[in-house]
């Protein structure tokens, strides 16, 4: 069983810089695909950016592509989410999860196997 904990949200500005950080309990994620998926209020959630498993490259969406970075660390079980440039519209809940052996692309919330519980990230001046 793998246990995701996000962490690195809070309060920044218009133009800053956040990073979110999603670790696992016990495993290390490089064999796993992670997603990251946000949910602002009253719209649906959708895919920030997704790695597949043993790779490093991202598949970001449209709406943050050239503004975020996904960054593996396999020694400390992590997958960070780097957001720069951020803007108002990126305010919601960010999530991370894990499938096993997967690629990321095309792979919706509901098909990770795991979960996180999500960090708030709010972008306001």
């Known amino acids: 069983q793998l246990q995701l904990v996000e962490s690195g949200g809070g309060l920044a500005q218009p133009g800053g810089s956040l990073r979110l950080s999603c670790a696992s309990s016990g495993s290390p994620l490089h064999f796993y695909a992670v997603g990251w998926f946000r949910q602002a209020p009253g719209k649906e959630r959708e895919r920030v950016s997704c790695?597949?498993?043993?790779?490093?490259?991202?598949h970001d969406a449209d709406s943050v592509k050239g503004r975020v970075t996904i960054a593996r660390d396999n020694a400390k079980h992590a997958v960070y989410l780097q957001m720069d440039s951020l803007k108002p519209e990126d305010t919601a809940v960010y999530y991370c999860?894990?499938?096993?052996?997967?690629?990321?692309?095309?792979?919706?919330?509901?098909?990770?196997?795991?979960r996180g519980q999500g960090t708030q990230v709010t972008v306001s001046s």
């Open positions: 790695v597949s498993s043993g790779e490093y490259n991202s």
């Open positions: 999860a894990a499938a096993y052996d997967r690629n990321c692309r095309g792979m919706g919330f509901d098909a990770y196997t795991y």
